[in-house]
C-alpha cells in the first residue's frame, strides 16, 4: 500500500486533472454528448459536487488522522485544502486560456 505523501500527491493529481476537466467543459462552446446530462444545471451540480467530494475526502484524511501516531487532525489543513482545491481550479483555468 502506498505511503501518506504518495496518496496526497496522487489525489492532488486528480484534483487537478478533474478541475482542469469541468475547466474545459465550462468553456467550450458545447459539451461533448457523453457528459451532457440534459440540463444545464445538473452539469453545474454534477461538475462541482466532484470538486466538493475532493474536499470531503480531505475531512475525512484530518477525521483518520487522529488515530494514526504523531499525526493530528486540524481544522487549518482543511481550509488549506479547500484553498488547494480553489488554487488547483485557477491554475487549471489559466493554463486552458494560455493554452
Request: no cysteine; proline share 6%.
Amino acid at each position: 500500500m502506498p505511503d501518506t505523501a504518495t496518496r496526497i500527491r496522487t489525489w492532488r493529481w486528480a484534483l487537478l486533472l478533474l478541475a482542469a476537466r469541468v475547466a474545459v467543459l465550462a468553456l467550450t462552446p458545447a459539451p461533448p454528448p457523453q457528459v451532457e446530462l440534459g440540463w444545464d444545471k445538473l452539469n453545474h451540480v454534477a461538475a462541482l459536487a466532484a470538486l466538493a467530494a475532493l474536499l470531503a475526502f480531505g475531512g475525512a484524511i484530518e477525521l483518520l488522522q487522529l488515530q494514526v501516531p504523531n499525526r493530528s487532525a486540524e481544522w487549518r489543513d482543511l481550509g488549506a485544502d479547500a484553498i488547494g482545491i480553489g488554487l488547483g481550479a485557477w491554475l487549471a483555468l489559466q493554463w486552458l486560456r494560455r493554452r
